[in-house]
């Protein structure tokens, strides 16, 4: 492969990209890696989809088979801080030279099949930047990959690949505009990713999307695993662990420490263990200290995550839809017992009534914010719409994250931002980057 020069602005070039906006299909996914010369062939994946926990267990899973020995790669989106978070290779994100050559490999790639005439439009920021972890993947000689599905998964471009395992999260109302108004609309665009002779784990989800899933697994000859089905579970949640016991039918996990926090995130374990189990049926046999050591080792930041600040504490979280704000919600409500103050950022394509119905009973007040996105919700009309859904709730307008939270902080020593992980992204790399800021 040739590389390109340096004086092509890869950053640039993938913000051009972004004006494309979301578009399914598989056909510019397909006809890249076909030109590139099948990269995503060149190593086993696995294919984590579904609504909320696809990246949290996506990260699990990644960290037990690298504890296991084997070369690995993870590609999860979107990131918080620095694009190169979305791959990563042996448990590290790639460097930005690396990450520049496979970009720019792809773009390559691009330019031929548009001068070839074999591309309608030009590929989308995901599509590119898929591809871009596929050959990423193939140049370190990468033995197990997991992807996170980025959108739906039927026309996802992580579903160019022939996974040997799936997981399928919670799925939940989100991204209706794509997929649909309705769980079920929803829950068929998820099960897309299901492909024959695959191992694929359910995770905890209505009988609708059990029946579902069994369904689609059945037609395409694929192992079904219902997460739930013949385990026994003990969860205990304070503000500063949560500890797993966990019995299946292959083997008992007692007195897990995770690493990830709240009861959504025992759910998400379950699911990673069983998939990791699953995989027997494919040749791998994960060894049971590797899946225990990528719950308890696992980073995976922005979720539940309490960083302390000079002024005090703030509690991190990307939920950005009513199930998650539902799991944030959970949360509190079991290690507090007096009301939270909440930096809220939201983006205008998500369910922001929603969010608010659930965590506005929880606040004393929500000081509403926005971010430098054109997706974002202005910080006065997310406070007119805090007063619409809770008259009772005290909304203040601060249109700078960073002062929003400061303020918060002003009147409380813990709060709680959240709402966007755009937010959450850019929490990380101002106050979180400081050097009196620490994990708590």
């Given at each position: 492969?040739?590389?390109?020069?340096?004086?092509?602005?890869?950053?640039?070039?993938?913000?051009?990209?972004e004006?494309?906006?979301?578009?399914?299909g598989?056909?510019?996914?397909?006809?890249?890696?076909?030109?590139?010369e099948?990269?995503?062939?060149?190593?086993?994946?696995?294919?984590?989809?579904?609504?909320?926990?696809?990246?949290?267990?996506?990260?699990?899973?990644?960290?037990?088979?690298?504890?296991?020995g084997?070369?690995?790669?993870?590609y999860?989106?979107?990131?918080?801080?620095?694009?190169?978070?979305?791959i990563?290779?042996?448990?590290?994100?790639?460097?930005?030279?690396?990450?520049e050559?496979?970009?720019?490999t792809?773009?390559?790639?691009?330019?031929?099949?548009?001068?070839?005439g074999?591309?309608?439009?030009?590929?989308?920021?995901?599509?590119?930047?898929?591809?871009?972890?596929?050959?990423?993947?193939?140049?370190?000689?990468?033995?197990?990959?997991?992807?996170?599905?980025?959108?739906?998964?039927?026309?996802?471009a992580?579903?160019?690949?022939?996974?040997?395992?799936?997981?399928?999260?919670?799925?939940?109302?989100?991204?209706?505009?794509?997929?649909?108004?309705?769980?079920?609309?929803?829950?068929?665009?998820?099960?897309?990713?299901?492909k024959?002779?695959?191992v694929?784990?359910?995770?905890?989800?209505?009988?609708e999307?059990?029946?579902?899933?069994?369904?689609?697994?059945?037609?395409?000859?694929?192992?079904?695993i219902?997460?739930?089905?013949?385990?026994?579970?003990?969860?205990?949640?304070?503000?500063?662990?949560?500890?797993?016991?966990?019995?299946?039918?292959?083997?008992?996990?007692?007195?897990?420490d995770?690493?990830?926090?709240?009861?959504?995130?025992?759910?998400n374990?379950?699911?990673?263990?069983?998939?990791?189990?699953?995989?027997?049926?494919?040749?791998?046999?994960?060894?049971?200290?590797?899946?225990?050591?990528?719950l308890?080792?696992?980073?995976?930041r922005?979720?539940?995550?309490?960083?302390k600040?000079?002024?005090?504490?703030?509690?991190?979280?990307?939920?950005?839809?009513?199930?998650?704000?539902?799991?944030?919600a959970?949360?509190?409500?079991?290690?507090?017992?007096?009301?939270?103050?909440?930096?809220?950022?939201?983006?205008?394509?998500?369910?922001?009534?929603?969010?608010?119905?659930?965590?506005?009973?929880?606040?004393?007040?929500?000081?509403?914010?926005?971010?430098?996105?054109?997706?974002?919700?202005?910080?006065?009309?997310?406070?007119?719409?805090?007063?619409?859904?809770?008259?009772?709730?005290?909304?203040?307008?601060?249109?700078?994250p960073?002062a929003?939270?400061?303020?918060?902080?002003?009147?409380?020593?813990?709060?709680?931002?959240?709402?966007?992980?755009?937010?959450?992204?850019h929490?990380?790399?101002?106050?979180?980057?400081?050097?009196?800021?620490?994990?708590?």
């Amino acid at each position: 492969m040739v590389n390109l020069t340096p004086s092509e602005d890869v950053s640039s070039y993938l913000r051009d990209l972004e004006k494309f906006g979301i578009k399914l299909g598989l056909n510019n996914i397909k006809q890249l890696c076909e030109v590139l010369e099948h990269p995503e062939r060149t190593f086993k994946s696995l294919i984590i989809g579904g609504t909320n926990g696809k990246g949290s267990v996506a990260a699990m899973t990644e960290a037990a088979l690298r504890a296991d020995g084997y070369h690995t790669g993870r590609y999860t989106s979107p990131h918080l801080v620095r694009l190169e978070e979305r791959i990563s290779i042996a448990g590290n994100p790639i460097t930005t030279s690396e990450f520049e050559w496979a970009v720019k490999t792809v773009r390559r790639a691009v330019n031929r099949l548009l001068r070839e005439g074999r591309l309608e439009v030009s590929p989308t920021f995901f599509e590119v930047t898929t591809a871009a972890a596929f050959v990423a993947f193939r140049r370190a000689e990468v033995e197990l990959a997991v992807l996170e599905v980025g959108l739906g998964g039927r026309f996802d471009a992580t579903n160019v690949t022939q996974p040997i395992g799936v997981a399928i999260t919670t799925i939940a109302l989100d991204h209706e505009a794509q997929l649909g108004k309705s769980i079920s609309e929803i829950a068929y665009e998820k099960v897309g990713v299901i492909k024959p002779n695959t191992v694929v784990v359910l995770g905890q989800n209505a009988p609708e999307i059990h029946n579902l899933v069994a369904a689609t697994c059945r037609e395409h000859d694929a192992k079904f695993i219902d997460s739930r089905q013949g385990i026994s579970v003990s969860v205990h949640c304070t503000s500063d662990a949560t500890q797993l016991s966990l019995g299946t039918p292959v083997r008992h996990y007692n007195q897990v420490d995770l690493a990830l926090q709240g009861r959504h995130q025992a759910v998400n374990a379950i699911t990673t263990v069983r998939l990791l189990e699953g995989l027997t049926h494919q040749g791998i046999e994960v060894s049971e200290s590797a899946i225990i050591s990528g719950l308890t080792d696992v980073t995976w930041r922005g979720r539940l995550e309490w960083i302390k600040v000079p002024s005090g504490r703030v509690l991190l979280d990307a939920a950005h839809n009513p199930a998650a704000a539902k799991a944030l919600a959970e949360y509190l409500t079991e290690i507090r017992d007096a009301p939270m103050s909440f930096v809220l950022a939201v983006m205008r394509d998500k369910d922001i009534a929603g969010i608010i119905d659930v965590l506005a009973p929880l606040a004393n007040r929500i000081v509403c914010t926005t971010m430098s996105t054109d997706r974002a919700v202005s910080a006065s009309t997310l406070a007119a719409c805090v007063r619409d859904r809770s008259p009772k709730t005290n909304a203040i307008i601060e249109s700078d994250p960073q002062a929003a939270v400061a303020l918060a902080l002003s009147e409380a020593a813990d709060i709680c931002a959240t709402g966007s992980i755009f937010l959450v992204g850019h929490l990380l790399s101002t106050i979180g980057t400081d050097e009196n800021v620490r994990r708590s």
